[in-house]
Every structure is written in structure tokens, then in C-alpha cells.
């Protein structure tokens, strides 16, 4: 059954779970590490049954476009439009961590954050001559995600995790509402400035003498269609567009 699952993924959604997969083992082994080394007094022996509290987090993001181009792509260009693909770019987050206790292991889970990031669209052009076209796409999100955290039991002073949920997401930098009309080779690849997104995550935590330390991997992946459309190649040459991050999370919680 799961070979069969399997094999409906495309590449890129093999390579995305390969990853995970190999970033929750990681995250594991070194939490059973530093299990084992502890030999002291539990740190802060009250914060697994507190209610709510907060925290802060800094990320670094990769984040990216899942591409659909139009069918028959280069019949619709004279056959010189060869390929599109999306190269992703490094950015950073910061947010706020707020958790309410719905359970011993189960938590809700909500973090605004600011994040800034870049997309590169990369056309491939053939006819007398052969050459690249790269569209930048930098945006400026917030994002509201609600998460549910389904927690470990505690081993000492180190608990593993998993979580799922959805998030809204604003684009500050969207030029949804920019008219390109007489841009020409100058035009930008716009987006719609909303979006919406599923997300699932794993992490490992670290109790301290003072606060919680947490490293968190997370993928989530728009739901909406982001492209406006213009009367240009890169935009004609395209059928949807959609956000796909990776985030890489340090969270301190007191």
C-alpha cells in the first residue's frame, strides 16, 4: 500500500518527503543523545502542565514556486519558450510563539512571523539564439499559522514532536495592483497579495535551566493559485503558480 502511495508522487514530492524524513531521524537521534548524557535535576519541572506561554522564534526559510506551465508549451510560442523552473532563495524569519495546553500531549500552537524571501522564474529561450531570462519575485509575508502539536512524553528534560495545521499568509510586497501595461522586457511576474497554505512539521525540545529550547523543520505548501496575468511570455506561458517553504526554526520559550 504505502509502494503504491508512493508512486503517485511526482519527483519533487518524493524528494520533499525524502528530506523530511531524513530531518526527523536527525532531529532524533541527537535528542536521544543528549537524553542519555542528562544526569542531573529536571529543569523547569512545572512547564509541562502549564497552560499557555510564550516564546520567540528565528527561522531561516527556503522558499519556492511549484510551476505549472500551460500545456504544449512551446506550440504556444513558436517553439522558442523551451522550459520555466523555479530556483528557491534563502531568507529569514522572525516571530512570536504562543501555546495553549489542550492536553498532556496535544497543544495548539500559534505563531505569527515576518518573513522575507526571493524566488528566481527562469526561462528558457531557443530560436536564432539561446539564452536565459531570470524574473526576481522578493516578497515581504506575514503569516498566521495555527498548528496542532502532538508532543512525546518527556525524557528527562527532552521532548520530540509532530504538528499539522494551515496558515494565512499576506504578501506586503505583492504589486497585484501595479499596471504593467507599458513595461515591456521590464515586466515583474506579479502575485495576488493573499494566500493560503497547508503545513506539516517535526522538532525536538530541550529543557533548560531557564527556557526551552526547540529545532523545528517544517514544509508548507500554498493552496491558491498566485499568479496575476498579463499579456506577456512569463506570464501567458504559465498556468498556475503556487508557494512551497521549507523552515528551519529556533524557538526560545520561557
Known amino acids: ?15 520533499l518527503v525524502f528530506r523530511w524524513l531524513v530531518i526527523t531521524c536527525i532531529l532524533l537521534a541527537a535528542g536521544g543523545k543528549y537524553c542519555k548524557a542528562q544526569n542531573g535535576d529536571w529543569n523547569l519541572p512545572a512547564y509541562t502542565n502549564a497552560t499557555l506561554h510564550f516564546g ?19 506550440s504556444h510560442f513558436n517553439d522558442t519558450l523551451k522550459g520555466i523552473r523555479s530556483t528557491p532563495s534563502s531568507g529569514f524569519n522572525l516571530g512570536i510563539v504562543s501555546e495553549l495546553r489542550l492536553s498532556r500531549y496535544l497543544r495548539l500552537r500559534f505563531v505569527p512571523d515576518l518573513a522575507f524571501s526571493q ?43 509532530v504538528l499539522a495545521g494551515g496558515k494565512y499568509i499576506t504578501d506586503l ?8 501595461t507599458l513595461a515591456g522586457a521590464n515586466a515583474t511576474v506579479r502575485l495576488i497579495r493573499n494566500d493560503y497554505a497547508y503545513e506539516v512539521g517535526t522538532g ?4 533548560l535551566p ?3 529550547f526547540g529545532i523545528e523543520f517544517k514544509l508548507s505548501r500554498g493552496a ?31
Open 1 to 15: 500500500m504505502t509502494k503504491n502511495v508512493f508512486k503517485l508522487l511526482s519527483p519533487e514530492q518524493r524528494n
Open 56 to 74: 520567540f522564534i528565528l527561522a531561516i526559510n527556503s522558499t519556492n514556486f511549484a510551476v505549472v506551465p500551460v500545456a504544449n508549451l512551446s
Open 119 to 161: 524566488r528566481n522564474l527562469e526561462y528558457s529561450f531557443a530560436g536564432v539564439d539561446t539564452f536565459n531570462v531570470s524574473k526576481q519575485v522578493q516578497s515581504t509575508f506575514i503569516d498566521f499559522p495555527l498548528d496542532l502539536k502532538l508532543i512525546s512524553k518527556r525524557q528527562h528534560n527532552f521532548e520530540a514532536y
Open 173 to 180: 510586497s505583492s504589486q497585484q495592483s501595479i499596471n504593467q
Open 204 to 207: 525536538i525540545e530541550f529543557y
Open 210 to 212: 531557564y527556557f526551552k
Open 224 to 254: 491558491r493559485n498566485l499568479l496575476v496575468r498579463d499579456n506577456t511570455v512569463y506570464t501567458e506561458s504559465l498556468q498556475a503558480l503556487y508557494s512551497q517553504v521549507y523552515l528551519l526554526s529556533f524557538t526560545f520559550e520561557g
